[in-house]
């Protein structure tokens, strides 16, 4: 099954399978924002590019291909503002883990709430997930703050759970369950 709508309550937002013709948008996204997603993520680095950005677009498809990894793009009105996607998944336990970025201009509107919001119904809900996980740097308060709107609950801090560069970094792990997610609903 594809994974591509409108979000829930408005049309502006969009959700889409990465395709090999969304390159040049992803490509641009990303080296505007370099600085900005550097300062969390590893995959930005300095010298970011189209082939980078084709290539994690092929693995992407044989990923959601082989396995249903879901990797999206988050275009608003038409316009690439961010991605989200499953990292980590453990199929016999049927948990998985969120990643995401957006635009620094893109932030501050809530639209990743509503992007994650999107994502975990569809994971908790039709794939038969039981378990998703957001790990976010403590410090990446803007991250952390996306999983606590949606009421994941942090587990812990997972210590040196990420490498960023030569530095090993702790993680704040949040997490939901099928069921508290459709209580909650
Ligand atoms: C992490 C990241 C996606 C969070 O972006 P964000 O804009 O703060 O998150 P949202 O899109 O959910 O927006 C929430 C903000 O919009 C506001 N907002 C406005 N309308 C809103 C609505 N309808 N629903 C929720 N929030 C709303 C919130 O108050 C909040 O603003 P505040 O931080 O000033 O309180 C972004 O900072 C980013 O891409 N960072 C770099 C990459 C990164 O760190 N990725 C995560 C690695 S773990």
Do not use: K
Request: hydrophobic share 45%; glycine share 8%.
């Amino acid at each position: 099954m594809r994974f591509a709508h409108q979000l829930a309550g408005d049309g502006d937002l969009e959700l889409s399978p990465w395709e090999v013709d969304m390159a040049d948008a992803m490509t641009e996204v990303i080296v505007a924002n370099r600085e900005h997603l550097m300062r969390f993520l590893s995959w930005p680095t300095p010298d970011y590019n189209r082939d980078a950005a084709m290539a994690f677009i092929h693995q992407a498809q044989r990923q959601y291909a082989d396995e249903g990894i879901l990797a999206l793009g988050i275009w608003e009105r038409g316009v690439l503002v961010g991605g989200i996607g499953m990292n980590t998944t453990v199929w016999r336990t049927r948990s998985t883990a969120l990643g995401y970025w957006l635009a620094a201009s893109a932030q501050g509107r809530g639209i990743m709430t509503r992007a994650v919001r999107s994502v975990v119904d569809e994971l908790l809900g039709p794939r038969g997930f039981e378990r998703v996980v957001i790990a976010a740097q403590p410090e990446n308060r803007a991250s952390c703050a996306v999983a606590e709107r949606l009421g994941f609950r942090r587990e812990g801090v997972a210590r040196h759970a990420f490498r960023h560069g030569d530095r090993f970094i702790d993680w704040a792990v949040y997490a939901m369950l099928s069921e508290e997610w459709r209580n909650a609903r």
